[in-house]
């Protein structure tokens, strides 16, 4: 059985993929140690600046949802950029979500499904990976979460 084209996928489900961002500060988008990359934490944008709020006081689960898919998005864009290509994956390995959140909001999980789903989506099988969620005080500049994710490659 032969895997489909990643970009065929995307293409279906109506996903471009942004221009890759560049870092911040002092660090890198991507490292590669053996057969796995490290992507650096990623934060939610929305048309291009920085998704702000708090989830729980300035946004509702389904926005931050929302706004993980979107950055699942990025995320991948910069992979894509690394690699040169995405149909290396060969799978999505762990994926992290910082999710900035009021002190009693508990939904962080269904935050970060956003970005769980998605993947799946476009990897199938391969995109099945284990993950952490955390609610956190605060993320760089006011964004309402952050992801960051390790993947296998060829």
């Given at each position: 059985?032969?895997?489909?084209?990643?970009?065929?996928?995307?293409?279906?489900?109506?996903?471009?993929?942004?221009?890759?961002?560049?870092?911040?500060?002092?660090?890198?988008?991507?490292?590669?140690?053996?057969?796995?990359?490290?992507l650096s934490?990623?934060?939610?944008?929305?048309?291009?600046?920085?998704?702000?709020?708090?989830?729980?006081?300035?946004?509702?689960?389904?926005?931050?949802?929302?706004?993980?898919?979107l950055t699942?998005?990025d995320v991948?864009?910069?992979?894509?950029?690394?690699?040169?290509?995405?149909?290396?994956?060969?799978?999505?390995?762990?994926?992290?979500?910082?999710?900035?959140?009021?002190?009693?909001?508990?939904?962080?999980?269904?935050?970060?499904?956003?970005?769980?789903?998605?993947?799946?989506?476009?990897?199938?099988?391969?995109?099945?990976?284990?993950?952490?969620?955390?609610?956190?005080?605060?993320?760089?500049?006011?964004?309402?979460?952050?992801?960051?994710?390790?993947?296998?490659?060829?």
């Amino acid at each position: 059985m032969s895997r489909i084209d990643i970009y065929e996928k995307l293409s279906e489900l109506g996903i471009g993929l942004p221009t890759a961002g560049a870092p911040a500060a002092a660090y890198v988008m991507c490292r590669q140690a053996g057969s796995s990359v490290y992507l650096s934490g990623h934060i939610a944008k929305r048309d291009g600046k920085v998704w702000v709020g708090k989830l729980g006081e300035t946004l509702a689960t389904q926005e931050g949802k929302q706004a993980a898919r979107l950055t699942a998005i990025d995320v991948l864009a910069s992979l894509h950029t690394f690699l040169g290509d995405l149909n290396r994956v060969q799978g999505i390995i762990k994926l992290m979500c910082l999710v900035n959140s009021a002190p009693d909001y508990t939904e962080q999980h269904l935050v970060t499904n956003g970005a769980s789903e998605l993947l799946v989506e476009i990897f199938g099988e391969d995109g099945k990976h284990a993950r952490s969620a955390f609610g956190v005080a605060q993320i760089p500049l006011g964004a309402c979460l952050e992801l960051e994710m390790t993947v296998q490659v060829a």
